[in-house]
């Protein structure tokens, strides 16, 4: 299969892409050069014709530091969809807990989730910055390729990528997080239809810094910078809900045949369920100069969806598909070496997940880092 998401072949490129992320810094008489060039390329290289184009300019006196910040935004100031700020009319009130992992926090957190959205194209692989997430999704897209939306609360990296344009799903998957979603654009009534939730999008060319990796999958997204402008605050529902007890029947492999191309296992061990895709170990950096590790979380859930098209085509005419993710369909939980069977119910937009078991009683998520796979009905999910 073919699509404007798969990456070229080419020998050179594909060598580069090998190498260690390394930051670019253009200086002098080449920075108007860049500039230039990089509009033309994210003008033409997503997979829409249209998508809200991103003007790198590279500071030749940047330091950014690639640590891990708390996520204290400041009040002052918020971030808007252009890149600029615009002064809050709301103060948040602070949470104890962290939305997307359960998890008491160490102090009380007036935070807004910031959402990144990451690429898992071939180039793409060894992505950055994705261990330090809270809660992921999973979801598919032309091609038969996926692309994972980070969400972040209580520690927002630096860097996080390769970052990617949003989809028509993502108004309604990302609504009951009430997040700051940065991406290199999207189709201009995708982003609207994002923006219409309250979401705040940002596609400012501040926002990312370019990598030593194959186009389009070569942009990191500066995760920690949008994050020092989100005064938005947590999010006003539990996207889902968390609980102490959580008891199935035991289980230790989980197969998704998403696709032709992308076939994803998950494997119980003793750091929690590890990942692989394609045959092979799935792998994350932590910081864009670091050599990538095995990736694994605490809590996988699949969430059965009906699929149907977007209503437009990619650039290589492939079709583009969105997702039912409010209504209620199919849900298997597996966390500590067990699974649980049920049901999602979701009644609008706003509301979060309510997870309920064949025996009726509702699936509690164990406190940790989520793993959310939004797979069509028609996949044929297998554990044992």
Same mark, same amino acid.
């Given at each position: 299969?073919?699509?404007?998401?798969?990456?070229?072949?080419?020998?050179?490129?594909?060598?580069?892409? /090998?190498?260690?992320?390394?930051?670019?810094?253009?200086?002098?008489?080449?920075?108007?050069?860049?500039?230039?060039?990089?509009?033309?390329?994210? *003008? %033409?290289?997503?997979?829409?014709?249209?998508?809200?184009?991103?003007?790198?300019?590279?500071?030749?006196?940047?330091?950014?530091?690639?640590?891990?910040?708390?996520?204290?935004?400041?009040?002052?100031? &918020?971030? +808007?969809?252009?890149?600029?700020?615009?002064?809050?009319?709301?103060?948040?009130?602070?949470?104890?807990?962290? @939305?997307?992992?359960? &998890?008491?926090?160490?102090?009380?957190?007036?935070?807004?989730?910031?959402?990144?959205?990451?690429?898992?194209?071939?180039?793409?692989?060894?992505?950055? *910055?994705?261990?330090?997430?809270?809660?992921?999704?999973?979801?598919?897209?032309?091609?038969?390729?996926?692309?994972?939306?980070?969400?972040?609360?209580?520690? $927002?990296?630096?860097?996080?990528?390769?970052?990617?344009?949003?989809?028509?799903? +993502?108004?309604?998957?990302?609504?009951?997080?009430?997040?700051?979603?940065?991406?290199?654009?999207?189709?201009? #009534? $995708?982003?609207?239809?994002?923006?219409?939730?309250?979401?705040?999008?940002?596609?400012?060319?501040?926002?990312?810094?370019?990598?030593?990796?194959?186009?389009?999958?070569?942009?990191?997204?500066?995760?920690?910078?949008?994050?020092?402008?989100?005064?938005?605050?947590?999010?006003?529902?539990?996207?889902?809900?968390?609980?102490?007890?959580? *008891?199935?029947?035991? =289980?230790?492999?989980?197969?998704?045949?998403?696709?032709? =191309? /992308?076939?994803?296992? #998950?494997?119980?061990?003793?750091?929690? #369920?590890?990942?692989?895709?394609?045959?092979?170990?799935?792998?994350?950096?932590?910081?864009?100069?670091?050599?990538?590790?095995?990736?694994?979380?605490?809590? $996988?859930?699949? /969430?059965? =969806?009906?699929?149907?098209?977007?209503?437009?085509?990619?650039?290589?005419? %492939?079709?583009?598909?969105?997702?039912?993710?409010?209504?209620?369909?199919?849900?298997?939980?597996?966390?500590?070496?067990?699974?649980?069977?049920?049901? #999602?119910?979701?009644?609008?937009?706003? +509301?979060?997940?309510?997870?309920?078991?064949?025996?009726?009683?509702?699936?509690?998520? @164990?406190?940790?880092?989520?793993?959310?796979?939004?797979?069509?009905?028609?996949? +044929? =999910?297998?554990?044992?």
């Amino acid at each position: 299969m073919t699509s404007g998401d798969q990456e070229p072949t080419n020998d050179s490129a594909s060598g580069r892409s /090998m190498l260690p992320d390394k930051r670019i810094v253009i200086g002098g008489g080449a920075l108007l050069v860049a500039v230039i060039a990089f509009g033309v390329f994210l *003008g %033409a290289s997503d997979d829409n014709p249209d998508d809200v184009a991103t003007t790198l300019a590279v500071d030749s006196t940047q330091t950014t530091s690639s640590v891990l910040v708390a996520a204290t935004p400041t009040t002052a100031t &918020q971030a +808007d969809g252009n890149g600029g700020v615009s002064v809050p009319t709301t103060t948040a009130a602070p949470v104890d807990v962290n @939305p997307l992992t359960g &998890q008491a926090l160490d102090s009380a957190n007036t935070g807004q989730v910031i959402a990144v959205k990451i690429d898992n194209a071939p180039a793409a692989q060894g992505q950055i *910055g994705l261990r330090e997430a809270g809660m992921v999704f999973e979801v598919p897209v032309e091609g038969g390729l996926t692309r994972f939306t980070a969400l972040f609360f209580d520690t $927002v990296p630096v860097g996080v990528g390769p970052a990617r344009s949003i989809r028509p799903v +993502d108004g309604d998957l990302l609504a009951p997080f009430n997040p700051v979603v940065v991406t290199t654009g999207g189709r201009p #009534w $995708v982003v609207r239809e994002v923006e219409a939730t309250g979401a705040i999008v940002l596609t400012g060319a501040e926002y990312f810094e370019e990598i030593l990796r194959q186009p389009p999958s070569n942009l990191l997204a500066l995760a920690a910078k949008a994050n020092a402008g989100a005064t938005g605050g947590p999010p006003g529902t539990e996207p889902f809900r968390f609980g102490d007890s959580f *008891g199935g029947s035991p =289980v230790s492999s989980i197969s998704i045949p998403l696709s032709g =191309v /992308m076939d994803v296992t #998950w494997t119980a061990g003793s750091d929690g #369920w590890k990942r692989s895709q394609n045959g092979a170990p799935f792998q994350v950096a932590d910081l864009f100069d670091s050599d990538p590790g095995d990736y694994s979380v605490d809590t $996988v859930v699949v /969430m059965m =969806v009906a699929e149907r098209s977007a209503g437009y085509q990619d650039t290589a005419g %492939a079709t583009v598909p969105t997702f039912d993710v409010i209504g209620f369909g199919k849900v298997i939980v597996f966390s500590d070496g067990q699974v649980v069977e049920g049901e #999602w119910r979701r009644g609008s937009q706003t +509301d979060g997940w309510i997870l309920i078991s064949d025996a009726g009683e509702e699936i509690l998520l @164990p406190r940790g880092r989520v793993f959310v796979e939004v797979v069509p009905r028609y996949v +044929d =999910v297998t554990f044992s």
